[in-house]
């Protein structure tokens, strides 16, 4: 029987980097408990030393602002992933995160060191396999409706499912996926289920959205001659639509002054809704217009649950990362740092 080598994925990483770069580096236990690793990089007489997390996947440049949040602006830190597409190596040099990936693509700046390494291939076996229970839009609508409401993880399969708009046979599939990934406890005698990483379920969540069920959403593009339309218009966002993006990170931080507007709406509401703000406001379809319009997927229930018209906190705190507007990431941050934790706290 031949038994295959498993080998570390960083250590891969490390050999690839030599093998394009010409710079060798050795990894390390982690100093702290916010990094997986410490990596020591060597090229000739120049030594750097970085923290560094260990990501399998990086699907969307969401993913890659939210790594970019666990290093401090002062000490840069290293990302190691299995590989990176082209478009997110740029964007890993636009939001100044350094990489290495399996493939010897690369993104390295310090003092005598710049290296960028961009459009090599992985080896498909080191690709990780795609997560069938916690990756697809089912889902991303139940583990939406946990983080934004932490008693629900107690609720029956029922409750949970008609909380989340999805079919109560997939409950238990997402609560045994997340079991097996040890993000989920359940107490044999109590039956009490217990979140053992909130935050990362957060972070995943966040990174995720973007690219998986925000884009089945229906998703419109307006503009109006009036940039402040939205300042007025009360009456759209009275219980069927609800305001997210930045408009929601002015009402909710007073930190920004939004500049474009993203509104989900109650689907059975939507065509009155949009008739009311084409007649009053003036709104005209544009395909790259600062007004954005989507399908809300979460039930009445959640919504109600926040302030007049403003969508679920995890909904307006992904769509600030998603925007990779540096204004809108520190207004993210501000959001965090506040409400989103404080409702982590409850699990």
Known sequence: MNIQEVRNPVDVALEALQRSAGVTGHASAATDDRHDSQVVLTRGTIVRTYPAVWKPTIASAAALTLVRTRFDENVPGLLITTYLSPFLAEHCRNIGLQFIDTAGNAYLEAEGLYIYVSGG?????????????????????????????PSLLQATYREIA????????????????????????????????????????????????????????????????????????????????????????????????????????????????????MQKYRLRPQPD???????????????????????????????????????????????????????????
């Open 121 to 149: 291939r992985p080896d498909t076996t080191l690709l990780p396999p795609k997560s069938r229970g916690t990756g697809n839009p089912t889902a991303l609508r139940m583990i939406f409706a946990l983080l934004s409401q």
């Open 162 to 277: 008609q909380a989340s708009g999805i079919a109560l046979g997939s409950v238990g599939a997402v609560f045994k996926e997340l079991a097996a990934r040890g993000m989920l406890l359940e107490d044999a005698t109590t039956k009490r289920r217990r979140l053992t990483a909130p935050d990362r379920m957060l972070d995943e969540w966040v990174a995720s959205y973007p690219a998986i069920l925000r884009p089945r959403l229906q998703v419109g593009r307006y503009a109006t001659p009036d940039p402040d339309w939205w300042r007025t218009a009360s009456e759209p966002v009275s219980g069927n639509a609800y305001w997210s993006g930045e408009v929601a990170a002015e009402k909710m931080t007073t930190f920004l002054r939004a500049e474009r507007q993203t509104m989900y709406v109650d689907v059975a509401h939507k065509g009155a809704i949009l008739k009311h703000m």
């Open 289 to 347: 217009g600062p007004i954005e319009i989507l399908d809300a997927f979460w039930p009445a229930s959640l919504g109600n649950a926040n302030p007049a018209g403003i969508a679920p906190p995890v909904v307006v705190y992904a769509d600030l990362m998603a925007s990779l507007d540096s204004r809108n990431l520190e207004a993210a941050r501000i959001l965090r740092a506040g409400v989103l934790e404080h409702a982590l706290d409850q699990f």
